[in-house]
């Protein structure tokens, strides 16, 4: 069993920067791939940026040159680096860490944290 707590989220200006931490506790051993996703209001949750255990990172598209992730495996956290935030980045922004046992992947998911940039 995985929990993860977010923290980092709030309101911040068009163009300003913010930071995403997610902290993982619990059967940390069995976490492969981290990653952020986040819903606007009226759209489908989306990937925004993925970390595997080996630290190979994806993004997408529309975050790409703008977002990094990170990871520290020595404090089991998660983070995601936010710059040149536009307004539509505003949503709800959840931490995700997939475990795989026997060939099983879940996937285990934080609370969420709101993001709003304002113009």
């Known amino acids: 069993q995985v929990q993860l707590v977010e923290s980092g989220g709030g309101l911040v200006q068009a163009g300003g920067s913010l930071r995403l931490s997610c902290a993982a506790s619990g059967s940390i051993f069995s976490i492969d791939t981290m990653a952020w996703y986040r819903q606007a209001p009226g759209k489908q949750r989306e990937l925004v940026a993925a970390?595997?255990?080996?630290?190979?990172?994806n993004y997408a598209d529309s975050v790409k040159g703008r977002f990094t992730i990170s990871r520290d495996n020595a404090k089991n956290t998660v983070y995601l680096q936010m710059a040149s935030l536009k307004p539509e980045d505003t949503a709800v922004y959840y931490c995700?860490?997939?475990?795989?046992?026997?060939?099983?992947?879940?996937?285990?998911w934080g609370q969420g944290t709101q993001v709003t940039v304002s113009s």
């Open positions: 970390i595997t255990s080996g630290g190979s990172t």
């Open positions: 995700n860490a997939a475990t795989v046992a026997w060939g099983f992947t879940k996937d285990h």
